[in-house]
C-alpha cells in the first residue's frame, strides 16, 4: 500500500519524543549562561512536538478514510 502504517507512525512519535527529551536533559546541564538557549531550544522542540501531533492526527483521518473506502468498495463488490 506505501506510506506508514500506524504501527510505524507511532513508533517515529516515541522516538521523536525520547530524543526530545534527552536534548532536552543535555541542555539543562549545561553551565548557567547559556540560559537563553535552552529555553530557545526548549521552545522550538515544544513546536516540533505540536506538528508531529497535528501530522499524527491527519495521518490516522487518512487511515480511516483508506478503512471506509475499502470497506465500501468490498460491500459494492459483494453486491454485484
Aim: proline residues 1%.
Amino acid at each position: 500500500m506505501g506510506g506508514l502504517g500506524l504501527l510505524e507512525f507511532a513508533i517515529i512519535v516515541v522516538v521523536i519524543r525520547a530524543v526530545q527529551q534527552v536534548v532536552v536533559t543535555f541542555l539543562k546541564r549545561r553551565p548557567a549562561d547559556s540560559g537563553n538557549d535552552v529555553a530557545a531550544l526548549a521552545e522550538r522542540l515544544e513546536r516540533l512536538e505540536q506538528a508531529v501531533e497535528a501530522s499524527a492526527v491527519e495521518i490516522e483521518r487518512i487511515g480511516e478514510g483508506q478503512r471506509f473506502l475499502t470497506s465500501a468498495l468490498t460491500q459494492r463488490r459483494n453486491e454485484t
